[in-house]
């Protein structure tokens, strides 16, 4: 099945509904237009269709594959396409200028967002996970973290995750048992299993950049005593060229119903000497660090939603434009069912939800970039709204993913 970029949908939802033109009026985006943000969609839109949608169906009969090594390899065409959008500067939208960003708005780059994972899921996931460690590097790293790992993920040469989840703790980060213990050069070494990182381990970049929960020996019981350290896969070598292997590694990738071209790793760090990680922050600040990107976290997760809605209506209408049922009773041949009732009932259902996804989706996105760059009196109030409307887009658009993906897999 094809992918076709609703460009139209989006720019009219931009133009008219998202709030774009009080988001251009910020001096952060003073030299952002609507006729560069119609470009932007334009060229976004032909990757989505021409390079990341074809990928889709094969990958997910292929598969990530890990390797005996403890490497694992992705489906045919995944490194290129992730190498052609870091060429493109696709992976560089949201980034901050001085680390090599388009300091792009977020109510256009999720719209571009969109278009990626409605084309391939499985695929876009690795630069989801990226952008959203991009975000929390650049709210919360130190200056020299941010000059080290920024410039690299943005050019889309390296990739990063997030290790949360563990074995004994699930949702429940309190149970957290990674352990970090400072070393005299500043550093730590971080011990203990991380289960479910998306990307965890890959051949689609040059380094992967592991964000990791862990706790200090004598960190405080619960939430309130967890860290989160930067864990390169390959540290600096004495020339300072990112090659040396940290002591880290996958033990496996999950197997899966679905998007089984994104692997799911098992990541073990620290079997010998302990895996070498850099705090960001302050001991113990590691779940508010965590919280401050979750709202970006959330909007990805709700655009999620979106755009496999988006990418199950148009196999639903194509479908049921060329699927024909029935005989009629003078004998002569049936009619394809985009013409009976209940189907354009529920293709009519499905497109009028997806519109008001994708509105709300860029209403938040607008929302979070004024509360972003708001004077201190007006913040408050700004900041409010994003957490009003982050958990209703990450609630309902994925609870209606839900229905309508249900309802074309009826047609």
């Not at 004495?238 to 292997?245: C, H, M, R, S």
């Not at 997760?301 to 060329?322: C, F, N, P, W």
């Amino acid at each position: 099945m094809t992918y076709t970029p609703p460009l139209n949908d989006m720019k009219f939802a931009l133009r008219y509904l998202s709030g774009f033109d009080n988001v251009v009026k910020l001096p952060a985006f003073s030299e952002i237009s609507l006729d560069l943000a119609d470009a932007i969609l334009d060229e976004a839109g032909k990757l989505a269709a021409d390079v990341i949608a074809p990928l889709n169906h094969p990958s997910d009969q292929q598969g990530a594959v890990r390797n005996q090594d403890g490497s694992v390899t992705t489906p045919d065409g995944f490194k290129q396409a992730y190498q052609a959008m870091g060429e493109g500067g696709w992976t560089a939208m949201e980034g901050a200028e001085a680390y090599g960003g388009q300091n792009m708005p977020m109510v256009v780059s999720a719209a571009v967002n969109e278009m990626w994972q409605s084309a391939s899921l499985a695929f876009s996931l690795c630069h989801l996970l990226t952008q959203g460690q991009i975000f929390a590097l650049g709210k919360s790293a130190s200056e020299e973290q941010k000059k080290t790992y920024l410039p690299p993920m943005i050019e889309g040469r390296w990739t990063g995750t997030m290790n949360l989840t563990e074995p004994q703790a699930g949702t429940d980060l309190a149970a957290i048992k990674s352990r970090a213990i400072k070393q005299d050069d500043g550093s730590y070494r971080i011990t203990g299993q991380k289960i479910y990182i998306t990307y965890g381990e890959h051949d689609m970049a040059e380094n992967i950049i592991h964000l990791v929960l862990a706790r200090t020996p004598d960190a405080p019981d619960g939430i309130k005593g967890i860290s989160v350290f930067i864990v390169p896969k390959f540290l600096a070598d004495d020339d300072g060229n990112f090659t040396k292997p940290n002591d880290l590694r996958c033990l496996s990738i999950e197997k899966k119903l679905g998007i089984k071209g994104s692997p799911t790793a098992v990541m073990q760090y620290g079997e010998t000497d302990g895996a070498v990680g850099y705090l960001v922050g302050q001991e113990n600040q590691g779940i508010d660090i965590m919280f401050g990107m979750m709202n970006h976290a959330r909007l990805a997760v709700g655009l999620q939603g979106l755009a496999i809605s988006e990418r199950a209506y148009q196999q639903a209408k194509t479908y049921a434009r060329d699927r024909v049922q029935g005989v009629p009773l003078d004998g002569k041949k049936g009619d394809s069912i985009v013409h009976h009732p209940d189907v354009l009932r529920l293709l009519g259902t499905m497109k009028a939800e997806i519109e008001a996804m994708r509105a709300l989706m860029m209403i938040g996105a607008a929302a979070m970039d004024k509360a972003r760059h708001a004077s201190d009196a007006e913040k408050p109030d700004l900041e409010a709204r994003v957490g009003l409307l982050i958990p209703v887009i990450k609630g309902w658009m994925t609870e209606r993913a839900q229905q309508i993906t249900s309802d074309a897999l009826q047609i």
